[in-house]
């Protein structure tokens, strides 16, 4: 009789922006450790818990590739890429589930303290047995967890440290000068200092009463929203590829747009841009109710406890 029992399979998902040698530790020890016919190395399009990124997702799946296509059992696999949005774990999981049977998720111990408002995160307590990637001198709070495993890794696990102090020790050389290029062409302006760029790359290309709603206070999704009319629909969609191009030069990561001649969304991740055309402005108010959640904001946060 033949054996179609499924393939027993590690995942380990994240950003890796960039991957470093922390994240290729992890991967050797886990194929190591692990009883597994294979470990999948999942790329997200975009972290559930993040914004933005440093490097675009073709850029993060290409530098996995290289990293940990040479380690024997090790696939990178580039199904959350693919989905071109924030892809939640559980998804995924079941996704794989479909082919293998995903028996260990692979996180950093930084991770414990969120872990619990992942999406679905009991299913995947009762489905997975977590493997923990941590330091010795590393506390670890898991109460909550069913089942879990340790992998000591001696080695720094922070890509945010890498990115904000731009020590590249870390990088394997295979990536070294691709990462080098992104970090030196970074622009590090405020938030403030992008939206006056936004707005003077909009006004130069002739759009009109272009508001910008400060949302650091209210429960949305964004930080800033900036909202302009254009002429027409021609002007519409000239408006945003002038922007898209004007930026993306800048360094500035487009998580997601759309565009049509009569209304265009562009999520910067802490800034959304719409240009539409005025009758759609008129229409759908939508200052109206960016003011709204802005003034209900100051209600909450002026109400006695």
């Given at each position: 009789m033949v054996n179609h029992q499924k393939p027993t399979i590690a995942i380990f998902g994240g950003s890796f922006d960039p991957p470093h040698k922390g994240h290729q530790l992890i991967v050797e020890k886990a194929v190591e450790k692990l009883q597994i016919d294979?470990?999948?190395?999942?790329?997200a399009y975009?972290?559930?818990?993040?914004?933005?990124?440093?490097?675009?997702?073709?850029?993060?799946?290409?530098?996995?590739?290289?990293?940990?296509?040479?380690?024997?059992?090790?696939?990178?696999?580039?199904?959350?890429?693919?989905?071109?949005?924030?892809?939640?774990?559980?998804?995924?999981?079941?996704h794989f589930n479909q082919k293998y049977d995903v028996k260990y998720?692979?996180?950093?111990?930084?991770?414990?303290?969120?872990?619990?408002?992942?999406?679905?995160?009991?299913?995947?307590?009762?489905?997975?047995?977590?493997?923990?990637?941590?330091?010795?001198?590393?506390?670890?709070?898991?109460?909550?967890?069913?089942?879990w495993e340790l992998l000591p890794i001696e080695a720094p696990m922070s890509s945010t440290q890498i990115r904000e102090e731009k020590d590249l020790q870390f990088i394997d050389e295979k990536i070294r000068e691709s990462v080098k290029h992104i970090l030196?062409?970074?622009?590090?302006?405020?938030?403030?200092?992008?939206?006056?760029?936004?707005?003077?790359?909009?006004?130069?290309?002739?759009?009109?009463?272009?508001?910008?709603?400060?949302?650091?206070?209210?429960?949305?999704?964004?930080k800033r929203v900036v909202i302009a009319n254009?002429?027409?629909?021609?002007?519409?969609?000239?408006?945003?590829?002038?922007?898209?191009?004007?930026?993306?030069?800048?360094?500035?990561?487009?998580?997601?747009?759309?565009?049509?001649d009569e209304w265009t969304v562009a999520d910067l991740g802490d800034i959304l841009i719409h240009i539409m055309i005025p009758e759609y402005r008129q229409r759908y108010s939508l200052e109206t109710f960016l003011n709204e959640l802005v003034e209900n904001q100051k209600k909450k946060d002026s109400d006695p406890a």
């Amino acid at each position: 009789m033949v054996n179609h029992q499924k393939p027993t399979i590690a995942i380990f998902g994240g950003s890796f922006d960039p991957p470093h040698k922390g994240h290729q530790l992890i991967v050797e020890k886990a194929v190591e450790k692990l009883q597994i016919d294979q470990l999948l190395v999942v790329p997200a399009y975009l972290n559930p818990f993040k914004t933005s990124s440093l490097a675009d997702a073709a850029t993060r799946l290409a530098w996995c590739h290289m990293l940990f296509d040479p380690i024997e059992r090790v696939k990178v696999d580039d199904y959350e890429i693919k989905e071109g949005k924030s892809t939640v774990t559980s998804q995924s999981v079941k996704h794989f589930n479909q082919k293998y049977d995903v028996k260990y998720l692979i996180i950093g111990s930084d991770n414990l303290s969120t872990l619990t408002k992942w999406h679905a995160f009991e299913w995947l307590n009762e489905t997975v047995t977590w493997v923990i990637a941590t330091r010795d001198d590393h506390h670890l709070d898991t109460d909550a967890l069913n089942s879990w495993e340790l992998l000591p890794i001696e080695a720094p696990m922070s890509s945010t440290q890498i990115r904000e102090e731009k020590d590249l020790q870390f990088i394997d050389e295979k990536i070294r000068e691709s990462v080098k290029h992104i970090l030196e062409g970074q622009h590090h302006m405020t938030i403030d200092e992008r939206i006056a760029n936004i707005v003077k790359i909009l006004d130069d290309k002739k759009a009109e009463e272009i508001e910008v709603f400060n949302l650091d206070d209210a429960d949305y999704i964004a930080k800033r929203v900036v909202i302009a009319n254009s002429l027409n629909g021609k002007h519409t969609l000239a408006l945003f590829d002038h922007l898209k191009k004007e930026l993306k030069e800048q360094g500035e990561t487009f998580i997601a747009s759309d565009a049509t001649d009569e209304w265009t969304v562009a999520d910067l991740g802490d800034i959304l841009i719409h240009i539409m055309i005025p009758e759609y402005r008129q229409r759908y108010s939508l200052e109206t109710f960016l003011n709204e959640l802005v003034e209900n904001q100051k209600k909450k946060d002026s109400d006695p406890a």
